[in-house]
């Protein structure tokens, strides 16, 4: 679901996965087939802070840095 996307509301303000805020710039496999909605609020501008904090980066599958 992208309530209020629109050729001008292009940009994600907020995303909730299964009813929950979800800060992270991924989805895992489980969290999907599980069944859960994922739910983006778009917006005329970007928000610049969401998606930002450590925890939000994907993990890397190799080991090099």
């Known amino acids: 679901d992208a309530k ?3 050729p001008e ?3 994600i303000a ?3 996965l299964g009813g929950r805020t979800w800060d ?3 989805l895992k496999y489980g969290d999907l087939s599980a069944g859960a909605v994922i ?3 778009m917006a ?3 928000d610049m802070h969401r998606g930002t904090s450590g ?3 994907p993990s ?3 080991s090099a840095e």
């Open 24 to 26: 992270r710039n991924y």
């Open 4 to 6: 209020d996307n629109s």
């Open 14 to 16: 907020s995303v909730k």
């Open 39 to 41: 739910r983006f609020d």
């Open 60 to 62: 890397s599958f190799s």
């Open 44 to 46: 005329a501008e970007p």
């Open 9 to 11: 509301n292009r940009y």
């Open 55 to 57: 925890s939000a980066k």
